[in-house]
Structure formats: structure tokens, C-alpha cells
């Protein structure tokens, strides 16, 4: 099951999404994500310090680089391009 609800391009992580879901994984393909709302969520490449997300910010995720999330405390709504 996935810890995010899919509408096309967006996704939406709930705030009383499981911590534990939020695993480290690799996309298939390059990403470029937009970050459309959501308040105190982090954003970690492997091997590096999270990354505070605000609206507005972009991060581009080459294909198979291991990511995650860290929850926030409001639902997380992100834009997929690529």
C-alpha cells in the first residue's frame, strides 16, 4: 500500500500518515517535484541532511538515488514532472 493518495501528477501525504511508511526508495525514471503545500515535512537523500520543505521549492531526483520524506505536521501535497 502506498503511504500517498495519486491523482495524476499529485500526490498527497496525509499528516496521520504512519512514520513508518516513509521508507527509503529509488524511482525509476528522473523526477522533478514541486512542493504545492505542507508544513514541517522533510525531504533526505541517502546519505545526506533533510532538507526543511517549503512551497514553491523544487528538487530535481535523478533516477534510482535513494530518498525519502520525513512527516510534517499538515498533509503534504507534491507535483511529479518526469
Given at each position: ?12 501525504f ?5 512514520p513508518?511508511d ?14 504545492l503545500?505542507g508544513e514541517?515535512w ?13 512551497k514553491?521549492?523544487?528538487i530535481?531526483i535523478?533516477?534510482h538515488r ?5 512527516k ?6 507534491i507535483?511529479?514532472?518526469?
Open positions: 500500500m502506498k503511504p500517498y493518495l495519486d491523482n495524476s501528477n499529485i500526490r498527497t496525509s499528516k496521520d500518515v504512519d513508518m516513509l521508507i527509503w526508495h529509488k524511482d525509476d525514471e528522473d523526477r522533478n517535484i514541486e512542493i503545500e514541517g522533510k525531504f533526505q537523500f541517502d546519505n545526506e541532511l533533510p532538507l526543511s520543505l517549503a514553491g521549492d523544487r530535481f535523478t533516477k535513494i530518498h525519502r520524506v520525513h510534517g505536521t499538515t498533509d503534504l501535497k507535483k511529479i514532472n518526469g
